[in-house]
């Protein structure tokens, strides 16, 4: 059997089995969700050993980053599940006296999640803790760029759910292309900005609904009266955590021009902290995914002038956590979205160059902003829009099941996490129940009801 054959079979496999309506009942999908869970706890070692092959991640970068962060977000739907599945019922209108309004959260039918490498764990699988909560079928595309990842959620799958409820297709972009050809009812997709519009496309000619979790640059702000040695720390966590491949990570620092030297000179100190004097010699550090992108990484440190790190291992693909001062908004390493351990500074005088400056840019994913100064996260907050992001932190709004996460414009659209999860892959249909007790004559063609009709409806 050929790979297009073999996704049909499973489209159609999963299609067939979603018609059953087994997926609908609620017991089901809790039962499903802890079998899962199990799974997970049983694969960790596992899981841990093919991030630090694919990705050198720490078991401790792991755990948080990827395995912890799905256990939480499995704990909270299992926990909830049956009060968000139960349908609503809503206020009633005037006119509509007697009815009763509802709103049923109903499975779309059969899911497609694909994955990036940079977590290529957590963003697998907390999709499909959503998915299957709201009662759908899954097919999830790992990335070929984290193979021993990608065989590991494999395995898992395969060992415990049937192919006609969950099943994962590993392959890179031709695998993907035959996906996005397939009769889907939902398509959630986390990656880059190219092939996010390569998937709306694909999914818009059969009106597909979905979710892309995109990236782009994501601006850190940092104010004067800012407490800088924490601060520091903050926003070194934020970028290096992953050798700065996470998709919300502060891609470049806006400080004001008085405190750019006190705040580079903490950001060295916590860059020596936690990774250590060489930290190309680190065996915690994170390394490079591709040749491809340590190449694209590497043309970057030519840009401005090294105030840290800077230099690289080619074998190994690593990078040091590099800060690069003098930088101005024409350079290359400000022209897209850098994806790697390299901290672009520029300095501001006024918060209204920093607004402008961001706002004539696409609307980045994340952005942070370091103050006490409640009038200037007012000012920030109300005058520039991204998708998510912290007020004196940076990635911690990712981490909790209870803030939606996504982008806005070229940074994505959709969100998910918690309630939102379930509610993405939900269609929520609304019912009206009728009374047949009695009836309202108004809204019957003739003058007679119009007097009626004008003092309930107009405003
Ligand atoms: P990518 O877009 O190259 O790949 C993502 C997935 O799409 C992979 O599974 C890949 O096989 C598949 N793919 C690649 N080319 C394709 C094509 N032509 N047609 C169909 N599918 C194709 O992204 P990546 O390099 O894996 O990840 C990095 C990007 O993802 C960054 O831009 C980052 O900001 C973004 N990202 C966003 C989030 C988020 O939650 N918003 C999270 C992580 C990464």
Not at 175 to 201: A, C, H, N, W
Not at 241 to 250: D, E, H, L, R
Not at 300 to 306: A, C, D, T
Not at 428 to 447: A, C, E, I, W
Request: net charge neutral; proline share 6%.
């Amino acid at each position: 059997m050929t790979v297009n054959d073999s996704i049909e079979k499973i489209v159609l496999g999963q299609r067939r089995y979603f018609k059953t309506g087994a997926t609908r009942d609620v017991n089901f999908r809790i039962e499903q969700l802890k079998k899962l869970r199990a799974a997970l706890i049983a694969k960790e070692d596992e899981v841990i050993d093919a991030l630090r092959k694919d990705l050198n991640k720490s078991e401790q970068e792991a755990f948080s980053t990827e395995i912890g962060i799905v256990y939480k977000e499995m704990s909270h739907i299992i926990k909830n599940i049956r009060k968000w599945a139960k349908p609503r019922r809503v206020r009633t209108a005037l006119t509509h006296v007697g009815s009763r309004g509802k709103i049923h959260p109903e499975p779309y039918g059969t899911v497609l999640i694909i994955a990036p490498w940079n977590y290529p764990w957590q963003l697998a699988i907390a999709p499909l803790i959503g998915a299957l909560a709201a009662g759908n079928t899954a097919i999830i595309k790992p990335s070929e760029l984290t193979p021993a990842v990608s065989r590991v959620i494999s395995s898992l799958i395969k060992e415990t759910f049937p192919e006609q409820y969950v099943a994962v297709v590993e392959g890179g972009p031709e695998t993907s292309t035959r996906l996005l050809e397939q009769q889907l009812d939902y398509i959630f997709f986390t990656g880059s900005i190219p092939v996010g519009k390569i998937v709306m496309e694909a999914a818009g000619k059969k009106l597909i609904p979905v979710t892309l979790e995109l990236g782009g640059k994501s601006p850190c702000i940092v104010h004067e009266d800012t407490p800088l040695e924490l601060t520091a720390k903050r926003i070194i966590f934020g970028k290096f955590t992953n050798a700065g491949q996470t998709c919300i990570a502060p891609d470049y620092l806006l400080v004001h021009h008085r405190i750019k030297e006190p705040l580079i000179q903490h950001l060295k100190e916590a860059i020596i902290e936690f990774y250590g004097d060489t930290p190309l010699h680190n065996l915690d550090y994170g390394k490079i995914v591709s040749e491809k992108h340590f190449n694209r990484l590497s043309d970057y440190l030519s840009n401005g002038s090294i105030r840290h790190g800077g230099k690289t291992d080619a074998g190994k693909l690593l990078i040091e956590p590099t800060l690069l001062d003098e930088i101005t908004w024409d350079m290359p390493v400000m022209q897209e979205e850098i994806f790697g351990p390299i901290l672009p500074i520029l300095t501001y005088e006024n918060l209204d160059e920093v607004i402008t400056s961001v706002n004539e840019r696409p609307k980045p994913l994340a952005l942070y902003l370091f103050t006490k100064d409640s009038e200037v996260q007012q000012k920030i907050l109300s005058s520039i829009s991204f998708g998510g992001g912290c007020v004196n932190d940076t990635l911690m709004h990712l981490a909790t099941p209870y803030l939606p996460f996504g982008g806005v414009g070229e940074s994505g659209m959709g969100a998910y996490h918690g309630k939102h999860s379930f509610q993405t892959f939900s269609h929520m249909k609304s019912v009206l129940k009728q009374t047949n007790m009695f009836d309202f004559h108004f809204r019957y063609p003739g003058k007679e009801g119009l007097n009626l009709l004008r003092k309930l409806m107009k405003p």
